[in-house]
């Protein structure tokens, strides 16, 4: 049987490695509620359409991390940040497969930036 080690947020409580700390909950929270939600940051009927239209291209139809998965969402390889010329720069795009490549690695990649 494997445990995971324990880690010292940065509030200085102990805590399991893979669990969030109390004030890392509330941190996202506050957060989550500043953020606009995603039509405000541009993911509108524009973007469902042309993000599709990318995927159909048989060059894009597999997961550009190479985990050999069927892509499934558009990611920019740059965020974006509100800019809207490299929001909407195709040279940005990249196929990706919605989970575990966009949820989880690129999501942890960005924040970290």
């Known amino acids: 049987m494997s445990f ?3 880690r010292v947020c940065s509030c200085g409580k102990v805590v399991w490695a893979g669990e969030l700390c109390a004030c ?3 941190r996202k929270a506050e957060s989550d ?3 606009p939600n ?3 940051r541009g993911y509108d009927s524009k973007w469902r359409r042309e993000s599709k239209a990318f995927l159909a291209l048989p060059e ?3 997961c550009a991390c190479g985990c050999g998965r069927l892509a499934d969402c558009v990611d920019h390889k740059t965020p974006h940040r509100g800019d809207k010329k490299l ?3 195709r040279s940005n795009w990249q196929p990706l497969a919605s989970s575990p490549c966009h949820a989880s690695r690129k999501q942890s990649e ?3 930036q």
């Open 60 to 62: 894009n139809r597999f």
């Open 4 to 6: 995971k080690p324990r």
């Open 110 to 112: 960005e924040c970290r």
């Open 24 to 26: 890392q909950i509330k």
């Open 33 to 35: 509620r500043r953020r």
């Open 38 to 40: 995603a039509n405000d």
């Open 87 to 89: 929001f909407w720069s």
